[in-house]
C-alpha cells in the first residue's frame, strides 16, 4: 500500500446531535480531508465544500449501523456515543467526542461500564441531569483536538 493510499482517511460524523459540524468542516477542508455527515432523514442537512451527507432512516441505531459498516482502518469518526467509538476503535479508527476528547483502549472500558451502570439507574427509576451544556470553551477544545489529530495523521503519511 502507497502513501498515496494511506492518506484517504475520512471524517465520519454522528451528525444527528453533533453540534460541532461547521468547525468539522472547516478544520477537516483546511486538511484536505473529506467528511461524511450521517444523519436521520428527521434531520435537515446540507453538504458543502469537502462535506457529503448521508441521510438514513429515523430508527434509534440506523446512523450508527451505518457508519460501523462504512468505516475503514484510519478514519476519523466523531460521535457521543461510547458504543459506537468502541465498534470505531476495534475497527483501527481514531475516535473523538464533540467536546474533544479522545476515545482509546485506555479509557474505554471505563466508559462503557459507567454507561452500563447508569442504564440501570434509569431502569430502576433514577435519572442523572443530563450533561452539561456545551459552551464556546467546549467548541474551542474540539477543534483544537481535531486539528491536532489531523496535523498527527499527516505527519505520519508522509514519505
Not at 429515523?58 to 459498516?69: E, G, H, K, P, V
Not at 474505554?108 to 442504564?119: P, V, Y
Not at 483544537?144 to 489531523?150: A, M
Amino acid at each position: 500500500m502507497g502513501s498515496s493510499d494511506a492518506r484517504e482517511i475520512t471524517i465520519v460524523v454522528d451528525a444527528d446531535a453533533c453540534p460541532v459540524k461547521k468547525e468539522t468542516a472547516d478544520t477537516a477542508r483546511a486538511f484536505g480531508v473529506p467528511v461524511i455527515m450521517v444523519s436521520s432523514y428527521a434531520h435537515e442537512l446540507r453538504g458543502g465544500e469537502g462535506v457529503a451527507v448521508v441521510h438514513v432512516d429515523n430508527s434509534d441505531q440506523s446512523a450508527d449501523l451505518y457508519i460501523a459498516n462504512h468505516i475503514k482502518s484510519g478514519d476519523v469518526v466523531l460521535t457521543g456515543d461510547y458504543g459506537l467509538a468502541a465498534l470505531a476503535l476495534a475497527k483501527g479508527c481514531h475516535a473523538l467526542s464533540f467536546r474533544g476528547q479522545t476515545y482509546d483502549e485506555t479509557n474505554m472500558d471505563m466508559m462503557l461500564e459507567g454507561r452500563h451502570a447508569r442504564a440501570k439507574e434509569r431502569r430502576r427509576g433514577r435519572y442523572a441531569k443530563g450533561p452539561k451544556p456545551f459552551t464556546a470553551e467546549d467548541r474551542h477544545t474540539f477543534q483544537h483536538k481535531l486539528t491536532k489529530l489531523l496535523e498527527l495523521l499527516q505527519e505520519n503519511v508522509q514519505p
